[in-house]
């Protein structure tokens, strides 16, 4: 067994995420949304979808990207 690197939760059924070369521990899926997902740089929800990636900085769509001042970012329809 292995233990939740969030919730601490020592589970049977953990599973692992590699990403940038580090490997991280999980019990569920909220957990590693917790940890794994990105901040929207304007109004501070967790990126869950696609979101949109400007300058190195995330948002959770062309809105916020704009509100920031971001020029040129349209949403997919």
Do not use: L
Not at 4 to 32: I, K, L, P, R, W
Not at 54 to 68: I, K, L, T
């Amino acid at each position: 067994m292995a233990r939740c690197e969030v919730c601490g939760n020592d589970y049977g059924m953990t599973f692992e995420v590699h990403a940038q070369g580090a490997v991280h521990v999980f019990d569920c899926f909220s957990c590693a949304i917790h940890r794994m997902a990105p901040i929207c740089e304007h109004c501070r929800v967790q990126i869950i979808g696609q979101g949109v990636e400007v300058d190195g900085q995330w948002y959770c769509g062309a809105h916020c990207a704009r509100s920031e001042g971001k020029a040129g970012i349209v949403d997919k329809v």
